[in-house]
């Protein structure tokens, strides 16, 4: 093994995340080449810095008219040069006190600076890579995004276990989470995603859930397992109902008891309108780490991120930066999550004025982008194709249970006009 992976390994053994590396996990490090040697020549090269592989003239980066003139808003140095591979440091700061601000009771002390990754996909794959072999299990939700089982199950070779996560009644099916929580914790390790605002379901915790969940990853480690819990946030902010839980869990699990790593995957890709841009953040939080042992744990990261990515995508991280800091975000957030809003009530006013369809059951949902149906009787693929082939109604269908319906996309006026397609049609297919 490379004597810089066993320095980390040193630094993270006896730590939640030494026991719960992958074998890949073990390996990386983050070397001291090109990179670490032009961020060393970055700061002390006062005559010429001939480390990196890129051109400049004039002390600014060599860059294209049209380059420049498709971001004008940016340097040449922020369009064109390359980012550290673990994110540009004012983006990353400013990051962090997003998240403090989002997270009033997080403690901001208990948590790594978090990293930049190539959008959350991206990041939920490394996380993979660090943590995960072949034959380990990892669970999820039933229904859950369909990317984890590609990420986690194609491409590492783990076992995806959808547990299912709402039951007949309202709200989540904690005792049955519970259950499968407590059987992982037999083998002494417990690696689990959890994503709220749900996608497909839309669903995120009450405060009373938010508390049960807690404790059940409390008492998992009190009873002696080790547990990776990683909070996909993708849709975090978008909830529509008082009593929802309006923090990312990743606060709570960060600083519950040394043998739970939490891990935080977020970023503006949803929350901000910019699924393109391309951009995210991984970030590690445990009671039992510290300053050294999240910077070891950043550098294993950043073996991954420079052994895959190299680096995320430097302009699309300036951009988030003068987002984050333009007076106008707020306003102009605060009246797309009206519209958002507005289509998710228009929604809960069909259901509830068509009550008790023969075939369609919605999951619970209060936030984010989507709503599900459980479909009884009928194939969700088969109603999916007859919306779309027959009626022109794009919808998602996962596997033959479930049909996705994102109102995110719909405009409020539309929706009862969908909806009432969508009921007629499975009623029709009986
Ligand atoms: C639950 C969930 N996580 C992560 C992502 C991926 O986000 P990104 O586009 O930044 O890779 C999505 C996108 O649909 C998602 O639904």
Not at 103 to 127: E, K, M, T
């Amino acid at each position: 093994m490379n004597i810089l992976a066993e320095e980390l390994n040193s630094v993270l053994d006896g730590t939640v995340a030494g026991r719960l590396f992958s074998k890949l996990g073990r390996r990386i490090y983050f070397p001291k080449g090109i990179i670490a040697q032009s961020g060393e020549a970055k700061k002390h090269a006062h005559v010429a810095n001939a480390t990196i592989g890129m051109a400049f003239k004039d002390g600014k980066p060599l860059i294209l008219s049209a380059i420049a003139e498709g971001m004008p808003t940016l340097t040449p140095a922020e369009a064109v040069t390359y980012a550290p591979t673990a994110g540009v440091e004012a983006v990353r700061n400013a990051w962090k006190k997003e998240i403090i601000r989002k997270n009033p009771s997080i403690n901001p002390d208990g948590f790594s600076l978090p990293a930049v990754v190539p959008g959350l996909s991206a990041g939920i794959s490394y996380l993979a890579d660090l943590f995960l072999d072949e034959g380990d299990t990892i669970l999820t939700s039933d229904p859950s995004w369909d990317n984890y089982a590609l990420i986690f199950g194609e491409r590492r070779g783990a076992a995806v276990q959808e547990v299912p996560f709402f039951g007949d009644a309202d709200g989540l099916n904690i005792a049955g989470i519970w259950d499968a929580v407590a059987k992982a914790a037999k083998t002494g390790t417990v690696r689990i995603i959890l994503n709220f605002p749900n996608n497909p379901s839309g669903y995120a915790p009450t405060k009373k859930e938010a508390d049960e969940l807690t404790a059940l990853i409390r008492e998992t480690a009190e009873g002696g397992a080790d547990v990776l819990v990683i909070c996909d946030d993708a849709y975090f902010g978008l909830f529509y109902e008082e009593d929802t839980y309006k923090e990312s869990l990743f606060g709570r699990f960060a600083a519950l008891h040394e043998r739970v790593l939490a891990v935080k995957i977020d970023g503006p890709t949803k929350e901000d309108y910019v699924w393109g841009l391309r951009v995210g953040f991984v970030t590690f939080g445990s009671a039992g780490m510290d300053g050294s042992s999240y910077d070891a744990l950043v550098k294993k990261l950043m073996g991954i991120i420079r052994s895959s990515v190299s680096c995320a995508n430097t302009p699309a991280q300036y951009l988030m930066l003068k987002t984050l800091e333009d007076s106008r975000t707020a306003g102009e957030k605060k009246t797309y999550y009206g519209y958002l809003e507005a289509r998710y009530r228009k929604v809960k006013e069909f259901l509830a004025a068509n009550p008790d369809h023969p075939i369609l059951k919605p999951l619970p949902f209060n936030s984010g982008y989507f709503m599900s149906f459980r479909c009884t009787g009928i194939d969700a693929e088969e109603l999916r194709q007859e919306l779309l082939s027959k009626h022109g109604v794009g919808t998602i269908a996962l596997g033959n249970k479930y049909l996705r319906v994102a109102f995110s996309s719909a405009e409020a006026d539309q929706i009862e006009g969908i909806y009432r397609t969508i009921f007629e049609t499975a009623a029709g297919m009986k």
